[in-house]
């Protein structure tokens, strides 16, 4: 293979890479948002050892992705030249999945604390959960986090620690992510623009604004002035307005 194919071989190799992690970021917030959902649920009238174990299956779901995306994300960020064009693709990546980190981190002390706090190893201890008014179950909110499609054909099956060591190997894992990696986490800019969904359209935003100060135009009436909108000329407010005035 001559040197011109194999770079190309390598550039479609690097872009397969980066869009596996892309995938896999994905994976991990829908999977991290199952988690934080089914959380909610713990100590109320509708936990029980169900719950627990859908949990912890969630829990090492998202602890496999975890580990791919990290070795991965590690690989290509070290292998990287500055000025490649997909280098500021994969810090941006390496960013989202440092706020994941922690998000999920938090969620886990929760679980720890709460799961402490209700403990179901007797069958007296449903009577302590707290009556919330919750109804229904958390297995379809399990069962979307089981189907979350990973981008790898099979997904690294690495041992879920305990919900104490998971939390403690994240400290690790984010530890040892900023100090392999140097990312200055200010200098990784975003791909669109914040609440564009908001925003409006330049065409019709000026006619939006003129219409809402018309709405909002509130004209003054005296109090010498006849009470009741049909008799007052100048009334613009309507007739509530009018009779409380």
Known sequence: MNRWRQSVVEIQTRKRQVNECEQAQVALSKVTSCFQQMAMSLGTNTDGSCLREELEETRT????????????????????????????????????????????????????????????????????????????????VAARAAMVQTPWFLVEMTASPDLKTHVEEIDILLEEMLQRVNVPLWSVEPTQQAWVEGCSTQDGGHEDDETLEEMMEVEVVSQNTTTGCCHHQNCKVGCLLCLLS
Do not use: Y
């Open 61 to 140: 779901l998202a602890h496999r992705i975890c580990t791919g995306l990290h070795r991965r994300l590690l690989a290509l960020l070290i292998e990287m030249e500055q000025g490649q064009e997909d280098k500021e693709q994969v810090e941006r990546l390496w960013v989202l999945f440092l706020s994941s980190l922690e998000n999920f981190q938090q969620d886990l002390r929760k679980v720890t604390t709460l799961q402490n706090m209700f403990p179901l190893t007797q069958r007296k201890d449903r009577q302590a959960l707290i009556n919330t008014g919750c109804a229904g179950g958390t297995s379809e």
